[in-house]
């Protein structure tokens, strides 16, 4: 048969989650830098279905206004009492037109790793094999708590019976219902409409439909999964924990055979968005999420977190903390950066050592070595900023910009207070306090000229250590002897 049919993916969505004990819906918990749903309707979209129907229920406000938010081009549907997984169909169907054709694919939204490769591999089977019900299994060796897959003597599967309504030999059958399935869509609106409760729940059963699907000679089948991973959901934080980490695992070595160095990929966490290119080295400690791009040869690490940062070839990121930032090639940051929204560095430049930015634009080649905030800034190519300077953003009222030109130095322990500009070329001292623009090639100093008072100490401070070693220096001699005095160390 051909693959033209057009499909829609039902995700199941409606169940309450009691079991993650949270105010914040079991399908908003993310792992891997998506919510569990996210990963749904993302497995769902990435099959190219024609429509995807998400049923909700449970934390419907929440559930919906994210889906909005991911996947504005899905459909809702209302399940307003969880009268379980057959109900929940007929719930979704009502998102379908009148007459529904080609092939419906039933998924959970609590099932995070199933992918979209497994899920379009199920529906050209389910379609080329020109079947009515395709059910997605799994031989698993604690099949407890699942729908046990029943065959017949020919090993055809004619019924799913669930934990709760099975016999003992029916219970120790370890082939299970992943809850997956593929439909036609006109015959599963048939069914459905036979569907009871008539079992140990009192629920409309989805898994009725193989039974009935048997009884009127219709073609079912079965498309056994052997990575069980991606039937797994997670009902509490356990369960989220031990996907997520098994989700970083697989992302980590899609990566690593594309050409990324992972150390120790166990101490290293990455995003499903994220996207890193061939010769990046990731250290131990490293979360990268969100849209964090890292171009070749760059080198990220040791514990270093950034979000939705850009990162050049080349460039060294060393234990730092980042977020919205753009670092250019061959740059360089940290140890110990916290760079903020709006940060872009240049080409070859520099963030140092205890560097706080927000805002700040840093040209190529320049450099922010020491100890410093650079917030809502400008700071021109091949420009050094000396040690200690503080970009005062903020007047109490409102936050303004500071530019400093191309190929400035600025002294150690500047306060640049905001809105000044600093022109190309220009200079300040040590200490100053910038209210004023600095015209270009200037030298800007506030500080008032340096008195010095001879003999202070002798005076002040006479008998201390201080004095001996002063006393020393002017003898030019650094072994005179040590004046024993019952020196008092003084106040002032
Ligand atoms: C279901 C299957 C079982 C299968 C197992 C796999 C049925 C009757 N049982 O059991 O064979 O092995 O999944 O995990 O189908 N949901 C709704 N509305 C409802 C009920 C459920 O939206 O009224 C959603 C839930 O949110 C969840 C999914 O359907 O995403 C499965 O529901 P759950 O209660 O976990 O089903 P199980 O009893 O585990
Ligand atoms: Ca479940």
Redesign the pocket.
């Known amino acids: 048969m051909s693959d033209v049919r057009p499909v829609t993916v039902i995700v199941?969505?409606?169940?309450a989650?009691t079991r993650m004990k949270s105010r914040t819906s079991k399908l908003l918990h993310p792992i891997g830098g998506r919510t569990l749903i996210g990963h749904a309707l993302a497995a769902a979209e990435g099959i190219e279905p024609d429509r995807v129907v998400a049923?909700t229920?449970h934390d419907r406000e929440q559930v919906e206004a994210h889906i909005a938010e991911i996947a504005p081009d899905a459909a809702t549907a209302v399940?307003q009492e969880?009268?379980?997984?057959?109900?929940?169909v007929r719930c979704g169907l009502t998102a379908l037109p009148e007459q529904p054709s080609g092939t419906v694919v039933v998924t959970?939204?609590?099932?995070p790793l199933l992918e979209a490769a497994t899920v379009r591999a199920f529906v050209g089977d389910h379609q080329a094999g020109g079947r009515d019900v395709s059910v997605l299994t799994a031989e698993v060796d604690d099949p407890t708590?699942?729908?046990r897959i029943v065959r017949d003597s020919h090993g055809a599967v004619s019924r799913?019976v669930?934990q709760k309504d099975a016999t003992d030999a029916e219970r120790a059958i370890r082939e299970?219902?992943?809850?997956i399935f593929a439909f036609d869509a006109a015959y599963l609106v048939a069914a459905l409409a036979r569907i009871g409760t008539d079992n140990a729940q009192g629920?409309m059963?989805?898994?009725d439909v193989v039974e009935i699907a048997r009884a009127d000679e219709r073609v079912v089948g079965a498309y056994v999964l052997d990575d069980v991973w991606q039937?797994e959901?997670v009902?509490n934080r356990v369960q989220l924990a031990t996907l997520g980490a098994e989700l970083n695992r697989r992302t980590l070595r899609r990566w690593m055979l594309d050409g990324v160095t992972v150390v120790d990929p166990d101490a290293t966490w990455v995003d499903v968005t994220v996207r890193l290119a061939p010769d990046v080295t990731l250290l131990p400690g490293v979360q990268l999420h969100g849209a964090t791009e890292v171009a070749s040869g760059a080198t990220i690490g040791p514990d270093t977190t950034l979000t939705d940062v850009t990162i050049g070839e080349r460039a060294q990121v060393v234990r730092t903390h980042g977020s919205g930032a753009v670092i250019g090639a061959g740059a360089t940051v940290g140890p110990f950066a916290y760079l903020r929204p709006g940060t872009s560095l240049g080409d070859g430049a520099k963030i140092g050592t205890y560097v706080e930015t927000k805002q700040a634009t840093i040209g190529d080649g320049a450099k922010v070595p020491h100890l410093s905030y650079v917030g809502d800034a400008t700071v021109g190519d091949h420009t050094n900023i000396g040690a200690g300077t503080i970009f005062a953003n903020y007047d109490g009222m409102n936050k303004h910009r500071t530019t400093v030109g191309r190929h400035c130095k600025t002294g150690s322990n500047n306060v640049f207070v905001a809105p000044v500009t600093i022109g190309d070329g220009a200079a300040t001292g040590g200490g100053t306090t910038v209210r004023d623009d600095v015209p270009p090639g200037a030298l800007a100093v506030s500080a008032g000229p340096q008195r010095n008072i001879d003999g202070w100490v002798f005076k002040r401070r006479a008998g201390t250590p201080a004095a001996d070693a002063a006393g020393a220096a002017a003898a030019g001699s650094a072994d005179v002897v040590h004046t024993d005095s019952a020196a008092t160390s003084d106040e002032e």
């Open positions: 199941l969505a409606a169940g989650g049923v229920g399940q969880q009268n379980g997984t057959g109900h929940a959970y939204g609590d099932v708590g699942y729908g799913i669930e299970i219902n992943s809850g629920e059963y989805l898994t039937t959901g009902n």
